[in-house]
């Protein structure tokens, strides 16, 4: 039949619509129940359309706070996590030292290991320094945490580079410094940004490490862990909705611009 072949002909495109669809749907519901106006405590059946979280979403207290705190750690998290494993991933690929291979395989641990495990290692580490449980010590976790994928990310984009490039830049006449900023660092911009990316979701959005290490220090994620113990404010489904369009306005506009690099390096 005409509608069986089609379907065996588009079907990986179908599943992976599926797939996407099912990926998409609980941030649908968020930004659905954004606009609700509960009875009672908890925003978990609608009753009727209101604009009145959006109107005032610091409306709830200490939850702006919380956002912030969490966005200034994640973009510090973001920036060490991408500066060390943007070098670490240059040393991996362009040098060869002793123990090289046992670091390649070390700086994968923390993305198979459990969270829960790193989380308590990280916390017996900082009080067996003495440290004072709080920023410090969740940034120092986060960038931690977030530098095994950078590596990654950034690792897999330097050894799909041609080093004849960089070679021809040098034949040029292009010093060390001209050469990495001109040539190597463009090329390798892709990985990087992907890398920061992944960096700053992951830290935003970290539980478990962060509630081991934070002491009395109050995350955007730990604030809504706990007021789900005790309700949950529609503000809070604001703010999920903000943070999911920007993201997706993001990644609409970085392969926009990708796009228009394409058509005019034709």
Request: proline share 5%.
């Amino acid at each position: 039949m005409p509608v069986l072949r089609w379907i065996r002909r588009n079907l990986v495109v179908i599943a992976g619509l599926l797939t996407l669809a099912y990926m998409i749907l609980p941030n649908i519901v968020v930004m659905v129940f954004s606009f609700n106006k509960p009875k009672g405590r908890f925003n978990y059946a609608w009753q009727h359309f209101s604009l009145d979280a959006w109107k005032d979403p610091c409306g709830v207290a200490d939850m702006c706070g919380s956002l912030s705190l969490s966005l200034q750690i994640a973009t510090w998290a973001t920036i060490g996590a991408t500066v060390l494993g943007t070098m670490i991933s240059f040393a991996l690929v362009r040098y060869r030292f002793r123990a090289r291979g046992a670091i390649n395989s070390l700086i994968f641990l923390p993305m198979a290991m459990p969270e829960v495990v790193m989380a308590a290692s990280l916390l017996t580490l900082f009080l067996n320094m003495g440290a004072r449980l709080g920023f410090w010590t969740i940034l120092i976790a986060h960038i931690m945490f977030c530098l095994s994928f950078v590596v990654t990310a950034v690792k897999a984009r330097v050894m799909s580079m041609d080093p004849r490039l960089e070679e021809a830049a040098r034949d040029l006449y292009a010093g060390p410094v001209q050469t990495f900023l001109r040539v190597t660092l463009p090329i390798a911009a892709p990985g990087i940004a992907a890398g920061a990316l992944l960096a700053f979701a992951l830290s935003f959005d970290d539980f478990i490490i962060t509630n081991f290490n934070a002491g009395s220090t109050v995350t955007f994620p730990m604030f809504v862990w706990g007021s789900a113990q005790r309700g949950t404010p529609v503000q809070i489904n604001v703010i999920g909705t903000a943070m999911f369009v920007i993201a997706v306005l993001v990644v609409v506009a970085g392969q926009l611009i990708a796009n228009r690099r394409k058509n005019s390096a034709r």
